[in-house]
């Protein structure tokens, strides 16, 4: 998963163009966790994206039985967000919205599918996200998360290492295990 941080001029990096490719231009190159890439952006400043192994985005490692052997996430270095074919979009029913913490890659992709395929509304708190998205009645972009963002109707997307196994609700989760649920086809 890349996330998206602050343009750092003194860090050596290779350069890539905003676009409705970026993550996939960036995903073709020999990825190392906490990889960094400048992005040159025609709608705003310019920022980076830096690599996070999925692996790194999960709760520790001493967390899993000794039989289960990394790698304990899928990758997914190639995907396709608008192929409904590779989505598992049966995910979404019953949900009526999707909240999300923090811009990056996968709450980035995932706006996409849900503003596509569903009827779903999004919120979300950072501006930004119009960089990589069209202007949309149903994505709001807001100063606070709903207060709703834990109702068994809202897929919430938060910053925090979640998989739903801690208090049985499988529609809050990590960015990580929300690209998983909807993208698991494409991995496989």
Known sequence: MFKIEKFNPDAEAK??????????EAL?????????????????????????????DLEPSDAYPKYVKPPYMVKYLNYDETDRNTLYLDYFNGLNSCVFDELNEYSIVLTSVILSFTEMDVYCPDERIYWFVEENPRLHIVKELPENR??????YIQEERRCGLED?????????????????????
Do not use: Q
């Open 28 to 56: 073709k190159e020999d990825l190392e966790s906490k990889m960094r890439f400048h992005v040159i952006n025609d709608k705003g400043e310019n920022f980076d994206i830096v690599y996070w192994d999925n692996d790194d």
């Open 168 to 188: 049985n609700n499988f529609n809050r989760l990590s960015p990580t295990y929300a690209f998983h649920n909807i993208s698991f086809y494409s991995g496989c």
């Open 15 to 24: 350069s890539l163009k905003l676009s409705k490719m970026l993550f996939h």
């Open 150 to 155: 834990f109702e068994k109707d809202v897929f």
